[in-house]
């Protein structure tokens, strides 16, 4: 047993290269809180969170309003034992998915440690496939998105995921620009975020087809998870459930309901790796291929996605991009990126990160 001394939490802000756009709104910068989880003995572990007004239904002041009290609900217990820390967390407070994310994520990073091994084989996993991130084309004009797309592929990225979700016509001649600027060699994958009509979505989904789409991500309100059945048995393109999906009870119904051929998983929505094991699970069961992404966290996040994908033959996809969008980063060690945007782990114990010194001292700390 080792137990839980104390929890540090750090309020930050990392600024972007250019400003992100999605169907949802424009991003300009990610707030980020980061979490130090010390042991007893004086092992840590390091968790984070960038919450999402739009998805989450969370910002930086809610999960800082809660991150003291609740940070305080997990002190002196077993670090081992994550049934009871998720338990003690869940009880505390309702949903506040991306602050327990954070605490979550440092308590695995810390327990993981402590048994001196990589979070992967800590989770029973082992290195046994190339992981490949993709890169993200931002929502904006026709000739816009077309140019990233080409600077994109010069950069030697062989996957291009395209926000779309806008206009479903327009989305249409998006994408069948940015194809025939690309060619055929690229693989193409696309993210709605939510923005087109039922109807509309099977519209654009089958205009959309001729130009080799992997997948569509999320194309209808997460309010309408119910009808995405419909949407999923009359496209030609297979559906990834993304903001419907949340939680074990979530990926059940969309298992039941038959809606989606693919699970999007976000660290950030399941409120830690804790449940994220168990949507895996699901999957598992009923032979559904995963993608594990993130909102515009820092490498600790997409350093727990490579780990996790190395847990199950799954996880098929990885949407890890998000680092790069930033100015800086503040993180060292955790996942590096190398030649064709392949992924690859430290193979030390946890998650092998830290949070440079010098960047924290610019920024609020809370001791628990």
């Known amino acids: 047993m080792m137990r839980i001394k104390s929890i540090d939490i750090f309020n930050c802000e990392l600024k972007l290269k250019k400003v992100f756009i999605t169907s949802l709104g424009p991003i300009k910068s990610s707030h980020h809180i980061f979490i130090r989880v010390v042991l007893e003995d004086g092992t840590y572990g390091w968790g984070e969170c960038a919450p999402s007004n739009t998805i989450n239904g969370e910002n930086i002041k809610t999960c800082l ?17 994550h049934d009871t820390i998720n338990e003690k967390l869940n009880r505390f407070i ?3 998915r991306s602050i327990k994310s954070a ?12 048994e001196n091994k990589p979070l992967y084989q800590y989770l029973g996993g082992k290195i046994n496939k190339k992981l490949f991130t993709d890169y993200t084309v931002s929502l904006d004009s026709i000739e816009k998105m077309t140019k990233q797309a080409i600077e994109i592929k010069k950069n030697g990225f062989s996957i291009i995921k395209i926000k779309v979700g806008e206009n479903g016509i327009q989305d249409i001649e998006r994408i069948k620009s940015i194809r025939n600027s690309i060619g055929d060699n690229i693989q193409l994958r696309i993210d709605a975020n939510q923005g087109w009509g039922i109807e509309e979505a099977v519209k654009t989904l089958r205009g959309m087809n001729k130009y080799n789409i992997e997948y569509c991500e999320a194309p209808i309100n997460k309010e309408l998870a119910h009808k995405l059945n419909y949407v999923k048995e009359n496209s030609p393109i297979k559906i990834m459930a ?31 790796i804790h449940e994220a094991l168990k949507i895996i699970k699901i999957a598992e069961r009923n032979n559904i291929m995963m993608q594990f992404g993130g909102f515009i966290e820092s490498k600790i996040i997409f350093t727990v ?7 199950s033959e799954n996880i098929k996809f990885l949407d890890c991009d998000s680092p790069l969008f930033h100015e800086e980063n ?10 064709d945007w392949e992924m690859k782990i430290q193979n030390k114990a946890g998650l092998s990160v830290n949070v440079k010194k010098e960047y924290l001292q ?3 700390e809370i001791k628990c």
């Open 65 to 81: 309003s809660i991150a003291p009290d609740l940070c305080k609900s997990i002190l002196d217990l077993n670090i081992f034992d």
């Open 94 to 96: 309702y949903g506040n």
């Open 305 to 311: 996605n490579c780990h996790l994908a190395y847990i």
């Open 103 to 114: 605490i979550d994520v440092a308590c695995y990073d810390a327990a993981s440690k402590k």
């Open 362 to 364: 610019n920024h609020k």
């Open 330 to 339: 503040p993180i060292i060690g955790g996942l590096e990126y190398q030649k």
């Open 242 to 272: 993304d903001e419907s999906l949340f939680s074990s009870n979530d990926a059940i119904k969309l298992v039941d309901g038959k809606h989606c051929q693919y699970f999007n998983l976000k660290i950030g929505k399941t409120g830690g």
